[in-house]
């Protein structure tokens, strides 16, 4: 038995760590209003895709990859000897990718491909990915592998900041903020993942008191879990709120692994400016 690892690029793994343990990335893209397409993690930084965003007329589009790139992946890892795949993906709630790679899989003899919805995105899905990897190095089946991710998803979650919700609501991502849109002012949107999907947790005042909120919410989550914990500060384009939010864990909280990682264009595309993100894990997921 050979078990190959497959994820999208929305997990944003470094370049180092997909190097190191030989990960294989399906890359989502954004295209803008005149109709430059980007593949994700190539062409275009997240910092140059911020200011091209703040220029556009329009919010950029994504795109998951095409069905003919997932068997195109299988197939390489199958000609390789390969026996099966663990594929972990970007929620379902918000994109097509698991679907049409578990799609794909189907289409591919001579490999078993296993697709887990990680119904979150950014680095907490990059958590599963290196968990896979420990999972593989101790000897465990891919059955028995997608069982442990699946339990792990149970303790896992993330928050997100935004400063307005208006690519959220025009990209379809998030759902039941019909009566926010419209009445926020100047207030803050925390939202939280819930089953895969972005729903508004509260308004908040002011983003300080929205930062305060995300840390207040997730330490009452993992605070059962002792310090098997793994949290992800996910960095937008504003990277002091990010900053501060590391120190202030690192401070009051150093019992807890904390990853601090960025957003990539195509999620920031769904957030837009001012997206920030804190997610956590019950696992010490290895970073390096």
């Known amino acids: 038995m050979k078990i190959a690892i497959l994820t999208d690029s929305t997990s944003y793994l470094s370049q180092s760590l997909i190097d190191k343990y030989h990960i294989e990335v399906a890359p989502l893209s954004v295209t803008f209003d005149n109709g430059d397409n980007f593949i994700e993690n190539d062409a275009l930084s997240t910092d140059t895709f911020y200011e091209r965003m703040a220029k556009s007329e329009t919010i950029p589009t994504t795109s998951q990859p095409a069905i003919g790139t997932f068997i195109e992946k299988y197939e390489k890892f199958r000609d390789e000897c390969y026996t099966d795949v663990i594929a972990v993906f970007l929620s379902s709630g918000i994109s097509g990718s698991y679907q049409t790679a578990t799609q794909a899989g189907e289409l591919v003899e001579g490999i078993n491909v296993h697709t887990f919805d990680s119904k979150l995105a950014c680095m907490v899905e990059g958590g599963y990915v290196l968990y896979a990897i420990e999972l593989i190095e101790q000897g465990l089946t891919p059955s028995e592998i997608i069982d442990e991710l699946t339990d792990l998803r149970e303790r896992t979650g993330a928050y997100l900041m935004v400063d307005d919700l208006k690519n959220l609501q025009k990209s379809g991502r998030i759902t039941g903020a019909q009566a926010w849109v419209g009445t926020l002012l100047k207030m803050k949107p925390v939202l939280k993942f819930n089953d895969g999907k972005i729903l508004p947790e509260e308004k908040v005042r002011t983003k300080k008191r929205a930062l305060q909120d995300i840390i207040k919410k ?29 120190e202030y864990l690192d401070e009051h909280y150093p019992q807890y692994q904390i990853h601090h990682s960025k957003l990539g264009p195509v999620i920031a595309a769904h957030l837009g400016s001012g997206g920030f993100g804190l997610g956590y894990m019950n696992k010490r997921i290895r970073t390096t």
């Open 218 to 246: 997730v330490i009452a989550c993992i605070e059962p879990y002792g310090d098997e914990v793994t949290l992800y500060v996910i960095e937008g384009d504003k990277p002091e709120d990010a900053q501060w939010v590391h």
